[in-house]
């Protein structure tokens, strides 16, 4: 799920465009779809439309009571409410570009969950550096003020520089800091 200002934000950047319509930014976007002759309306889809003058022809129009998301370079028909853009690419390539945006977004969701899980349900701070090692696929360590770490992961721990030792403890070597 996705904020459509989330959406917008990036197709602008993306594909340096500007947002001619207004819209309401904080609408919960669930996925993106292409028109199709058999499509079910859904008022949390992002819709686009490769074909705009066969909508109420060959493509359905959605009924009325409801809002319904378009993007587009021209005004849609009623009960569309257009995000109208000055430009943007061909319709397959800004659906990939959409998806593609959720899919990052749903897998940081899911590395957030799995972090506060090891938080509130682990056996300390080296299980939460032992998660953000697995998605970073970086070597982690938490020092204090004075360079002393407070914990390390398991790559960190197997690190054969970067660690120095003295009477037990383990601080950040000089040439890291």
């Known amino acids: 799920m996705l904020k459509l200002k989330k959406i917008t934000e990036y ?11 207004e819209y309401d930014g904080e609408t919960d976007i669930y996925k993106t779809e292409l028109i199709h002759p058999e499509i079910m309306y859904d008022e949390d889809t992002l819709y ?26 021209a005004p849609m028909p009623a009960p569309f409410h257009t995000i109208q853009f000055t430009k943007l690419p061909d319709t ?6 959409i998806v593609e945006l959720m899919k990052n977004e749903s897998r940081h969701e899911h590395q957030v969950q799995d972090l506060y899980y090891a938080l509130y349900h682990g056996s300390g701070i080296r299980d939460v550096l032992s998660v953000a090692e697995d998605f970073l696929k970086s070597p982690i360590g938490i020092c204090d003020a004075s360079y002393n770490f407070i ?3 398991d790559k960190m721990e197997a ?11 383990s601080y950040l070597s000089d040439s890291e800091v």
């Open 11 to 21: 197709i602008r950047e993306q594909f340096q465009s500007i947002v001619l319509s």
């Open 48 to 73: 686009l439309c490769a074909h705009p003058e066969e909508l109420g022809k060959r493509l359905p129009i959605p009924p009325t009571s409801g809002t319904y998301y378009i993007l587009s370079t």
């Open 92 to 97: 397959v390539t800004l659906y990939h570009h």
């Open 151 to 153: 914990a390390i992961s």
């Open 159 to 169: 690190f054969p520089y970067g660690v120095t030792i003295v009477n037990g403890h």
